[in-house]
């Protein structure tokens, strides 16, 4: 019988600026595994340790709707484990997240997702169609990676890095969905809406009715709208919906912050 090891709270151990990354870090994996995105043990979400080249992962094994402040696993960007602890991390996940981590010092957060719909649209040669408002959002910061199997390789790590320049959002063909972000909560929001990007066009193709493109000149603008409403003063991004957020997961999945 595999055990699930209850580690020791490491809020004493750390900074106050770490503890808030785990906890929120914590805090996206129960909200993936809330909404229905992960995919068993794998796929893997990570987040920088302000101020420092380090960052946070899940423990390989845990399912998400497990993973709590104190279980994630802090290595560098060489894959060190940089704190003692009964868990390895996901090879694959140290390939993909430490490669955007080392080269956008603007992203704080990597979400990554092999949900149905995301890898459905993944694998149709026009990716994300402009037919929704959820698709103007996505494509107005918007790269894809081709496949190239498993990410072990490391020399995959500039390849990736190339495709996705400055782009926040990145379609994985034949293999899912990557957001990137400057905090955890615009991460999981951007992912909110990629994610709902894909079902709405999975499920508006399979009516089998002619589809509703977006007006072109209406797409030439998308990155400016885009930017204005997440950017607002009213906090229109994730800073605004986060609250709401663990909210629900404090009453539906507590325990994260632990």
Not at 137 to 151: C, M, N, Q, R, W
Request: glycine content about 8%.
């Amino acid at each position: 019988m595999t055990v699930l090891h209850t580690l020791p709270s490491l809020k004493s151990q750390v900074s106050a600026a770490e503890w808030q990354t785990r906890v929120d870090l914590a805090a996206c994996y129960r909200l993936v595994a809330l909404h229905g995105w992960d995919d068993l043990i794998f796929t893997h979400i990570s987040a920088k340790i302000p101020g420092t080249e380090h960052f946070l992962i899940n423990p390989y094994g845990l399912m998400f709707h497990e993973i709590t402040a104190s279980n994630l696993v802090k290595i560098d960007l060489a894959g060190n484990r940089l704190m003692d602890g009964p868990y390895d991390i996901n090879p694959a996940g140290y390939t993909i997240h430490s490669a955007i981590h080392e080269v956008r010092e603007d992203v704080a957060c990597v979400l990554h997702t092999h949900t149905a719909a995301g890898v459905a649209v993944s694998a149709q040669r026009q990716g994300v169609l402009p037919i929704s408002q959820q698709s103007l959002f996505v494509l107005s910061s918007y790269a894809t990676h081709g496949y190239e199997g498993v990410a072990l390789n490391h020399d995959e790590k500039a390849r990736l890095q190339a495709d996705l320049g400055e782009a926040s959002f990145m379609l994985l063909p034949n293999h899912g969905l990557l957001t990137c972000g400057g905090s955890i909560a615009d991460t999981f929001l951007m992912m909110f809406i990629f994610q709902r990007a894909c079902e709405i066009q999975v499920m508006a193709q399979s009516g089998g009715a002619e589809l509703v493109a977006i007006p072109q000149q209406i797409l030439a603008g998308a990155k400016a709208m885009a930017a204005g409403v997440t950017r607002s003063p009213n906090g229109m991004g994730g800073a605004l919906a986060w609250p709401a957020l663990l909210r629900k997961l404090d009453a539906q999945s507590p325990g994260y912050a632990e």
